[in-house]
């Protein structure tokens, strides 16, 4: 646990202060690499996506998931369906990212469905710079709908029947009920969901680095971890990666910490406790 | 009474328009992998015709022959396979150990290890990347499958964290009646605790089991040589080679891939769902 945790934690620290090219011996260097890193427009460009892809994957991904998890919650079967929604996230990202790249084909059904709606020619996503973001969340989106379903499924069901009940009596209707009492009731598991799935857009790689090959057109979707990935191990600067590591970390604790901050406001726990 | 028959009514065809938009996002959820083997089955000209056939004619099987004989995918399920068997159960060992000995054992300073050891959970993979490939450089352990299981089966605070809130709930009682009868430590987690968690180790054994498999940022880093290769590792150098030209072959070579983990999804999707369920957030 320590060898293989915290040492590669503490030598990570190391090496974003210092110069090394993995053969020869370190030396020190101050902040040079975070001075690089800093004035690394890639680095801004990759802050920049994966911000990005998580402010649009985390709300639209838990929104269609409340959603759905709510009307399977009325259903006395309902095991078909979370089978066909959770089958993707048994699925390897690298087979995601694989089938997803013939859907956002010029010539897929899909792009061709999506022109015909809105009356444009069907899109080529993945060779698009701005469609090339989008359809990383909307692949992120649908891979990890499943396991979003599941976890407010089971928070919904742990709610007393009582006080749907004493709701519905007080004359309540189905919206109100919705906006009221479930969404409050599964507040704390909503707040657990959004800084996990937070904390693991921060980290977005598998798909960029297959779907988007390396990255997308013109760095369009270049993530921090592809960013890491690029430096290390395709350009051999572990000095340099090491430092976006480290912003990669400071990121991912601030936003954790904002999150947190602010679930006092909005996160109503049942006993009154925090 | 009119009401009530209207109320009724209402009630089923409420739920006839659930079943209805749940039928789509279903489909919706699930139409990449029928396009996906619908793809496989096409020949090569069929899918260079524009437009694109929805429907392959005639289908074919070849891809899948071409897809098995092109790159080792045999080879790579054994591997991927035994890797996620050895990291599995070095894992539900390690972690249930740690988990007792967190949950019960009081020492100076356990609160505190507890602690740090939980923190160390905020540090994502991708962080320690570059130094865990230079430890794994230093052990001899890159090009080699030992990169891949000794650190995850020693070192998986979430699965720790896991078995010691399962051991929490086990009621004291159990090991007092142990202790009584002279059991040591050793003796009451063996005896006592680790038969007693078997649910719990079961939904871990799960979330590993699928987080393992679906590893790729580590094996792409650490693994060369094509024999070592897991499955997915696999799929991605075989679609590198053949993507922007046969089509049909990358997706055979993905159903290959694919077709067997929903498979078995589906037949354990009970006991997977409910895994999934109760450890809230892990399979990540």
Same mark, same amino acid.
């Given at each position: 646990?320590?060898?293989?945790?915290?040492?590669?934690?503490?030598?990570?620290?190391?090496?974003?202060?210092?110069?090394?090219?993995? %053969?020869? *011996?370190?030396?020190?260097?101050?902040?040079?690499?975070?001075?690089?890193?800093?004035?690394?427009?890639? %680095?801004?460009?990759?802050?920049?996506?994966?911000?990005?892809?998580?402010?649009?994957?985390?709300?639209?991904?838990?929104?269609?998931?409340?959603?759905?998890?709510? *009307?399977?919650? $009325?259903? $006395?079967? /309902?095991?078909?369906?979370?089978?066909?929604?959770?089958?993707?996230?048994?699925?390897?990202?690298?087979?995601?990212?694989?089938?997803?790249?013939?859907?956002?084909?010029?010539?897929?059904?899909?792009?061709?469905?999506?022109?015909?709606?809105?009356?444009?020619?069907?899109?080529?996503? %993945?060779?698009?710079?701005? %469609?090339?973001?989008?359809?990383?969340?909307?692949?992120?989106?649908?891979?990890?709908?499943?396991?979003?379903?599941?976890?407010?499924?089971?928070?919904?069901?742990?709610?007393?029947?009582?006080?749907?009940?004493?709701? /519905?009596?007080?004359?309540?209707?189905?919206?109100?009920?919705?906006?009221?009492? /479930?969404?409050?009731?599964?507040?704390?598991?909503?707040?657990?969901?959004?800084?996990?799935?937070?904390?693991?857009?921060?980290?977005?790689?598998?798909?960029?680095?297959?779907?988007?090959?390396?990255?997308?057109?013109?760095?369009?979707? /270049?993530?921090?971890?592809?960013?890491?990935?690029?430096?290390?191990?395709? $350009?051999?600067?572990?000095?340099?990666?090491?430092?976006?590591?480290?912003?990669?970390?400071?990121?991912?604790?601030?936003?954790?910490?904002?999150?947190?901050?602010?679930? !006092? !406001?909005?996160?109503?726990?049942?006993?009154?406790?925090? | 009474?009119?009401?009530?028959?209207?109320?009724?009514?209402?009630?089923?065809?409420?739920?006839?328009?659930?079943?209805?938009?749940?039928?789509?996002?279903?489909?919706?959820?699930?139409?990449?992998?029928?396009?996906?083997?619908?793809? @496989?089955?096409?020949?090569?000209?069929?899918?260079?015709?524009?437009?694109?056939?929805?429907?392959? =004619?005639?289908?074919?099987?070849?891809?899948?022959?071409?897809?098995?004989?092109?790159?080792?995918?045999?080879?790579?399920?054994?591997? @991927?396979?035994?890797?996620?068997?050895?990291?599995?159960?070095?894992?539900?060992?390690?972690?249930?150990?740690?988990?007792?000995?967190?949950?019960?054992?009081?020492?100076?300073?356990?609160?505190?290890?507890?602690?740090?050891?939980?923190?160390?959970?905020?540090?994502?993979?991708?962080?320690?990347?570059?130094?865990?490939?230079?430890?794994?450089?230093?052990?001899?352990?890159?090009? =080699?499958?030992?990169?891949?299981?000794?650190?995850?089966?020693?070192?998986?605070?979430?699965?720790?964290?896991?078995?010691?809130?399962?051991?929490?709930?086990?009621?004291?009682?159990?090991?007092?009646?142990?202790?009584?009868?002279?059991?040591?430590?050793?003796?009451?987690?063996?005896?006592?605790?680790?038969?007693?968690?078997?649910?719990?180790?079961?939904?871990?054994?799960?979330?590993?089991?699928? =987080?393992?498999?679906?590893?790729?940022?580590?094996?792409?880093?650490?693994?060369?040589?094509?024999?070592?290769?897991?499955?997915?590792?696999?799929?991605?150098?075989?679609?590198?080679?053949?993507? #922007?030209?046969?089509?049909?072959?990358?997706?055979?070579? #993905?159903?290959?891939?694919?077709?067997?983990?929903?498979?078995?999804?589906?037949?354990?999707?009970?006991?997977?769902?409910? #895994?999934?369920?109760? =450890?809230?957030?892990?399979?990540?």
């Amino acid at each position: 646990m320590a060898l293989f945790v915290i040492v590669p934690f503490a030598a990570s620290l190391v090496l974003a202060f210092a110069n090394w090219d993995g %053969l020869n *011996a370190l030396s020190w260097a101050g902040l040079d690499n975070f001075r690089y890193e800093l004035a690394d427009p890639l %680095l801004g460009r990759s802050i920049i996506n994966t911000l990005l892809i998580a402010v649009i994957t985390v709300p639209v991904g838990l929104g269609f998931a409340v959603v759905i998890a709510v *009307a399977l919650e $009325k259903l $006395k079967t /309902r095991t078909l369906y979370l089978v066909l929604i959770f089958s993707p996230v048994v699925t390897s990202s690298v087979a995601v990212a694989v089938i997803w790249q013939q859907l956002l084909r010029e010539d897929s059904p899909l792009s061709r469905a999506v022109g015909s709606i809105f009356h444009i020619p069907p899109p080529d996503w %993945l060779q698009d710079p701005h %469609l090339a973001l989008i359809a990383v969340c909307m692949v992120s989106i649908w891979s990890s709908m499943g396991l979003n379903v599941i976890i407010f499924l089971a928070g919904l069901q742990n709610i007393s029947p009582s006080l749907i009940e004493a709701a /519905r009596i007080d004359g309540a209707g189905a919206i109100s009920l919705f906006f009221r009492i /479930r969404l409050p009731l599964l507040s704390p598991i909503m707040f657990f969901a959004t800084v996990i799935a937070f904390i693991s857009s921060l980290q977005t790689f598998d798909t960029v680095f297959i779907l988007t090959s390396n990255a997308g057109p013109d760095n369009a979707t /270049r993530t921090i971890v592809y960013h890491i990935y690029d430096l290390g191990f395709g $350009k051999f600067q572990f000095g340099p990666a090491s430092a976006a590591s480290v912003i990669l970390l400071v990121l991912t604790l601030v936003i954790t910490a904002v999150q947190f901050g602010a679930q !006092k !406001k909005f996160v109503h726990y049942e006993d009154g406790a925090a | 009474m009119t009401t009530e028959r209207v109320g009724r009514a209402g009630e089923v065809s409420r739920r006839i328009v659930v079943h209805i938009v749940l039928s789509i996002v279903g489909l919706a959820m699930v139409f990449p992998f029928i396009w996906m083997l619908l793809t @496989s089955l096409k020949t090569l000209p069929q899918q260079l015709n524009q437009p694109l056939d929805f429907w392959p =004619s005639p289908a074919t099987f070849q891809n899948y022959i071409d897809a098995w004989n092109d790159a080792p995918f045999a080879q790579a399920y054994f591997n @991927s396979i035994y890797i996620a068997v050895l990291v599995v159960i070095g894992t539900l060992i390690t972690a249930a150990m740690a988990g007792y000995g967190f949950a019960r054992i009081k020492f100076r300073g356990s609160r505190v290890l507890f602690v740090v050891f939980l923190a160390t959970q905020m540090i994502p993979t991708q962080v320690t990347l570059i130094p865990f490939y230079f430890l794994m450089a230093k052990l001899g352990w890159v090009d =080699s499958h030992l990169s891949l299981i000794i650190p995850a089966a020693l070192a998986n605070p979430f699965a720790v964290f896991l078995m010691r809130q399962f051991v929490l709930s086990l009621p004291k009682e159990l090991e007092e009646a142990a202790i009584v009868d002279g059991a040591g430590r050793w003796r009451i987690f063996w005896g006592v605790i680790l038969p007693n968690l078997r649910p719990g180790l079961g939904a871990l054994a799960v979330i590993v089991a699928l =987080s393992t498999w679906n590893n790729f940022l580590l094996p792409l880093v650490l693994l060369n040589s094509q024999g070592l290769f897991t499955v997915p590792l696999l799929l991605q150098s075989f679609s590198g080679q053949f993507g #922007s030209i046969n089509y049909g072959l990358i997706m055979a070579g #993905s159903a290959v891939a694919t077709i067997p983990m929903l498979i078995a999804f589906v037949i354990g999707q009970r006991r997977i769902l409910n #895994s999934m369920a109760a =450890s809230g957030l892990g399979g990540r």
